[in-house]
């Protein structure tokens, strides 16, 4: 059966049997998500009214092998869905024929490749590795940075994959020369789960091979970084069914063979979706590891400094931005330097992390004068600078740890704001602001970004975020959902935090030196490599 008829066909049987796939009585309106994280895949089952029914995780390790590189083992990936599968398939009030659909979310735009047998040849390069920068400039020599733009919709940066396929075709020639495919972080799991090879839309157009405009491989970007069309799989839209469970991975999951899995979402533009960020003016600030700036418009508005994204809904777009660090740089800083806090922390029966909020919410805010440039991993947006570095400026003897401390949360969110800017330069304006991932957990960090954005910031309750978004886009596909409006059975505000209007003035005095220290210490930058 050719593989345009099989996927009429699967369509034909969702509609003409939607007691077995979708809409009607007695239907299985189970569906699991699964989030493919740059520290541990996730899973969610959760059914059409807006319950999750289930949880599990597994955790797995980032590999930096020499310094700049970011690496993680795809095989590692799968046996920890398999492993997160047949948990959340364990619960008492599961079984597998219940499951209507599967969709996988993932980093975007990590880079797996694969042999003619379908074997991963190496570790994937991930979307903050930085060892490219050779590559990056060797590109920008074949193919003109404003051409580049126009093309793609976004700037040539160490995110793209173009500069990585160019790295790997000159330091490892024999995994080149036997990489047949190459795919994303969930367009992998896919093709574990199916058997069928593709790459979700939204890698395509992260990867800089990409044309905005006709929407397929830009032949001459290809040309640049000498990737044969052959070595890429076909692009499919998120809630396009690209197969079934195949009986091998049925085996290892527990999951029925045949249940419809759809090409699923990048991390980031579902994690925008299950926070509800949907309307002209929804932005979306995440505390993640990095940290993301997710903008909602229906005009395709483009701009150097930030990437473009398709959004979930159809016709719809996200101008979004990556930092490279966020809570990263706090996990460190505490490791680096609080850890003897922890007794404390104990003894006022609290988590390390809330104990130094509490002492950090006695100082002033923005620390008494002190400043952070939060680029201790380079920079991706706004400035697209992988040789950037963490600054700290103003420190007097008067300072204690804590003033740092308070100081990388400001500067975090004076990043956030430095992305807010550019929109406004756009003439996009923020009308609403949601929170999300693990740090916005912080009260005091959420009040810090409402004070530095100055605009209220709302927080939702136990939103498990983009494997939530994967499970409902394969509910959009198969049928249990009719409208993208359905995603707020999921959501609940926890909290709204409004800014303060003294502190607001304080921090835009701040952001205002922020903003100077980039462009005067740029050029020192590049001596510190290799120092």
Not at 158 to 171: A, D, E, F, T, Y
């Amino acid at each position: 059966m050719s593989r345009l008829l099989e996927l009429v066909c699967w369509r034909l049987l969702i509609q003409r049997e939607p007691h077995r796939w979708g809409k009607g009585m007695g239907m299985p309106k189970l569906l699991l998500g699964i989030d493919i994280g740059t520290s541990s895949v996730k899973g969610i089952i959760c059914d059409s009214e807006g319950h999750l029914v289930a949880q599990a995780a597994r955790e797995h390790v980032l590999h930096s092998p020499q310094p700049g590189w970011a690496e993680e083992s795809p095989a590692g990936w799968w046996e920890s869905t398999c492993e997160v599968v047949r948990e959340c398939l364990s619960h008492p009030a599961v079984q597998s024929d219940q499951i209507a659909g599967v969709g996988v979310t993932g980093m975007v735009p990590a880079v797996v490749l694969l042999d003619q047998d379908g074997q991963p040849l190496r570790p994937s390069i991930q979307q903050n590795d930085a060892r490219a920068i050779a590559e990056i400039e060797e590109l920008r020599g074949r193919v003109a940075p404003q051409r580049f733009f126009e093309t793609t919709g976004a700037s040539l940066s160490q995110q793209s994959v173009g500069p990585k396929l160019l790295w790997i075709q000159r330091h490892e020639p024999a995994i080149w020369e036997c990489t047949r495919t190459i795919l994303g972080s969930y367009d992998y799991v896919n093709y574990c789960l199916t058997g069928y090879r593709a790459v979700e839309v939204n890698w395509a157009l992260e990867s800089g091979l990409y044309n905005l405009h006709t929407q397929t491989w830009s032949d001459d970007l290809l040309a640049a970084a000498h990737v044969t069309s052959d070595r890429l799989p076909p692009i499919r839209r998120p809630t396009e069914i690209i197969g079934g469970v195949s009986r091998a991975a049925s085996a290892l999951t527990g999951l029925r063979a045949g249940t419809p899995v759809v090409a699923g979402t990048a991390d980031h533009v579902g994690a925008a979706l299950a926070a509800g960020i949907r309307e002209d003016g929804d932005l979306l600030i995440k505390f993640g590891s990095a940290g993301d700036v997710l903008y909602s418009t229906q005009t395709l508005v483009v701009d150097p400094r930030l990437y473009i994204d398709y959004h979930d809904i159809p016709g719809q777009y996200l101008l979004n931005g990556c930092m490279a660090t966020s809570g990263s740089l706090l996990k460190w800083l505490v490791q680096q330097f609080f850890q003897d806090d922890a007794t404390a922390a104990a003894d006022h029966h609290q988590t390390l992390y809330q104990f130094l909020d509490a002492q950090a919410e006695k100082l002033p805010a923005g620390s008494d004068g002190l400043v952070v440039l939060p680029y201790f991993l380079g920079e991706k947006t706004p400035i697209l600078d992988p040789l950037a570095r963490g600054v700290v400026v103003g420190l007097t003897l008067y300072h204690t740890r804590y003033h740092l401390y308070r100081a990388v949360l400001e500067g975090v969110v004076f990043g956030f704001r430095h992305h807010v800017e550019v929109l406004r330069e756009r003439g996009q304006f923020p009308r609403r602001v949601v929170a999300s991932e693990g740090g916005a957990a912080s009260r005091l960090w959420r009040q810090i970004a409402a004070d530095v954005l100055n605009l209220p910031v709302l927080y939702l309750a136990n939103n498990p975020g983009a494997s939530l978004a994967a499970a409902f886009v394969a509910g959009i596909g198969v049928g249990v959902f009719d409208t993208w409006d359905a995603i707020d059975r999921f959501l609940s505000i926890e909290d709204t935090t409004h800014p303060d209007a003294t502190r607001s003035a304080v921090y835009d005095q701040l952001f205002g030196l922020y903003c100077q220290l980039y462009p005067q210490l740029k050029g020192l930058f590049p001596l510190l490599r290799g120092a």
